[in-house]
């Protein structure tokens, strides 16, 4: 069965650059999460959306934005990257934002030089 | 003031044995929903079981269980039958009100390691 896609599986990037990272969630999911997991950390929920809108919101830094496109799949914009942006950056998708099971991708690493 | 509480970080269990990995939460909602995810070192982030606030069985999927005891706020995972493809990290996460998004609070996780 298909999965959630996320892209790149890593990227390095030095500081001050910028990163994308792409997410195609599971065909008919149109809910789509972003969470960051630092080094020996836990995830945090970073921001989601639901039918293309913003739907939620958590510890994003104004440095980050995120969309989500007609196809469904997001992508998180990181500019300005800093050495504590390096993280595993997971996406996820779920079918309506309050049904059903949370599926995650295999996470994007991210390492800033 | 921590809502995830997973107080092991780190244990040991024998290959066959069973387990159980603690996790307790807070929250004043009445409408929850209590995850276990496990984490290989490859970094995935696997679903292995939910557990929703108004489910009165204890979930089980294969060799997992969700030992819910509302009222004591926990929901400890049990692996029974412990084999060596189980060494991972295992996360408790929790979704407050139903009508939220899966805006998932996860604990700081459990390193499992399984001896032979």
């Known amino acids: 069965a298909a999965g959630v896609i996320q892209s790149p599986r890593h990227l390095i990037k030095e500081k001050r650059e910028t990163a994308t990272l792409k997410c195609y969630p599971i065909p008919r999911h149109d809910t789509v999460y972003w969470y960051q997991q630092g080094p020996g950390q836990d995830p945090q929920f970073l921001i989601s959306f639901y039918e293309k809108m913003q739907s939620d919101k958590g510890s994003i830094p104004d440095r980050f934005s995120a969309q989500q496109f007609s196809d469904y799949h997001s992508e998180l914009n990181m500019s300005s990257l800093e050495l504590g942006d390096s993280a595993l950056y997971f996406c996820?998708?779920?079918?309506?934002?309050?049904?059903?099971?949370?599926?995650f991708g295999e996470g994007s690493r991210l390492t800033v030089l | 003031a921590q809502k995830i509480t997973q107080t092991q970080p780190g244990m040991f269990v024998q290959e066959k044995e069973a387990v159980t990995l603690d996790c307790t939460y807070d929250t004043s909602d009445q409408s929850y929903g209590l995850f276990w995810y496990k984490q290989p070192s490859s970094g995935e982030m696997i679903f292995l079981i939910y557990?929703?606030?108004?489910?009165?069985q204890n979930a089980t999927e294969g060799r997992y269980s969700l030992n819910f005891q509302k009222a004591r706020k926990s929901a400890n995972l049990v692996i029974s039958a412990s084999q060596l493809g189980d060494s991972a990290m295992y996360f408790c996460?929790?979704?407050?009100?139903?009508?939220?998004?899966?805006?998932?609070?996860f604990g700081s996780g459990t390193r499992l390691l399984v001896r032979p």
């Open positions: 996820a998708s779920s079918l309506g934002p309050n049904t059903g099971e949370l599926f």
């Open positions: 557990q929703g606030s108004y489910d009165e």
């Open positions: 996460a929790m979704r407050e009100g139903m009508d939220s998004s899966y805006k998932l609070i």
